[in-house]
């Protein structure tokens, strides 16, 4: 395994492919490119939903909110990918990962600005937002700096 | 009700070529249909249920049901749930059979991504997690990685045990004249075979394979007149396994779900299963799969696997006595198709001579399809031989 794995701010910068938007999920996107991750919450049964929706998957319920995460978490799962495919086929090796966020959602992201040797299960990381030039950012996350 | 004994599967049959760059795809599902109605003794013209899946050229069922002439057809299900689509398709067969809905069912599998490297399905993008998974560039790899690392942090697995499993899979597929990877090999060569997304190796994938395969599922007054021995249906389970509003959990699998069922349904247990197909995108797949269906304890698995229990034709579990995907065949990266094949031909005694489990009377059939990772589905098939 190289030392670097994933370093946006080095020579290996991940690409930052823009998300599909649709009326559903344009506030989400539209707050990354203001580097704040918004979640959804059911009113009813007060679930936070992920990935964002306009039907609450635990109780049917279409009475949904939107507001903001903390933006912190913890690496559920990780895996160094030496085959990046599609934009990402110059970009290996790279972080792909399962965040836990503090409000309970395992979201899919990368881990980025981390050595190979800090990736562990459990590291404790923060939200990081990537332009993607098209009105929004993905949110990745990077080891906690106040560890 | 129950399925239990009222469909036969009469006719399989598993392309022989691994490499098939001068055909059509729609020519190759043509090939194994007529391969699986010729074994069954049947032809074309009895089939009036026909049962295919995204991997089929054209719309649902209805392109490749006019390109093969199907004119008797009262019975259609195109359902799509990766690579266990078509033991789906068996238990759903099995069901419209027993129901009276139809008496011939003809499945089919093709497809040339060796020769053709297909693109990410268009309608992968237009999914409504679309936008919070694909930008992060997760490949098929990728996900399954995911799940092996988190099965390690949890249990205590090793790539040594995931590699086991590999090793097991060689060992059989040196018996099979069309295996892809005939040699076999050794825990330290997957270890060292090249990383391509940790923990798995090159050597914990499947291979990428032409081909295709197909099956015939007929009702009993039908096979009774056959000149061919039949497999008994006599269980089937399956069961999606989602992402459960961002509570993924990725150490288990649907089989959790798809393998009791098949098994109450069957009305056997563990115990008295004699061989196994489980479907091997990824050793972590079968590792995952064997615990979820009771074979042990969950977590165990890496253990279990480890000493030799999946050797045929004298280990615990004899699995895969074909090669499996990790090395003898994985045509249209769908892996269901020849785990039911290769179940027949235990059942018929028609598995290669080194590998044929004695006296098989009962068989297990697996299949996962879409991601370990994100969303997939369970699909549990037990057979019997035909007396069963």
Known sequence: MTAAAGNPGGAGSLPAPAPPVNPE?????????????????????????????????????????????????HVYSYTVNHRGEGVYQGSTPFVLAYVELEEGPRVMTNVVEADAADLAVGLPVDVVFHDTGDGSALPRFRPRKDQ | MTIRGKSHIAGAYEHPDRKIPDKSVAQVHAEVALGAVADAGLSLSDVDAYFCAGDAPGFGPLSMADYLGLKRLRYLDSTETGGSSYLVHVGHAAAAIAE????????????????????????????PEAAFELPFGPTTVSMYA???????YEYGTTSAQLAAIKVAASQHAQHNPRAMLPN??????????????????????????????????VSPEV??????????????????????????????TGAVWSGPRAFEEAGVTQADIDYVSIYDSFTI????????????????????????????????????????????????????????????????????????????????????GGSLGTRSAAATLILGREDA
């Open chain 1, 25 to 73: 999920t344009q506030e989400f996107w539209a707050a990354t490119a203001a580097d704040r991750l918004l979640l959804k919450r059911c009113l009813d049964c007060g679930s936070v939903i992920w990935y964002p929706r306009a039907i609450c998957p635990d109780c049917s319920s279409l009475r949904t909110e939107w507001f903001a995460a903390s933006g912190r978490g």
């Open chain 2, 100 to 127: 009276g809905k139809c008496q011939v069912a003809l499945i089919t599998l093709a497809g040339l991504p060796r020769s053709r490297p297909v693109p990410r399905p268009s309608s992968s993008a237009l999914a």
């Open chain 2, 146 to 152: 995911l799940a092996a690392r988190r099965h390690m």
């Open chain 2, 184 to 217: 076999p090999v050794t825990v330290e060569e997957v270890l060292e075979s090249p990383m391509i997304s940790d923990p798995l190796h090159r050597l914990d994938c499947c291979v990428i394979s032409d081909g295709g395969g197909a099956l015939v599922v």
């Open chain 2, 223 to 252: 096979a009774r007149d056959l000149p061919r021995q039949t497999v008994t249906v006599l269980g089937h389970g399956e069961s999606p396994k989602l992402a459960d509003n961002g509570r993924i959990d990725l150490t288990y």
């Open chain 2, 285 to 368: 797949t079968v590792l995952q799969t064997i615990e979820d269906l009771g074979f042990c304890e969950k977590g165990k698995g890496g253990a279990f696997v480890a000493d030799g229990s999946l050797l045929a034709p004298h280990g615990r579990l004899p699995f895969n006595t074909d090669g499996g995907g990790l090395c003898n065949n994985h045509p249209v990266n769908r892996g269901g198709m020849t785990k039911v094949i290769e179940a027949v031909r235990q059942l018929r005694g028609e598995a290669n001579g080194p590998v044929q489990v004695p006296d098989c009377q009962l068989a297990l059939a697996h299949g996962n």
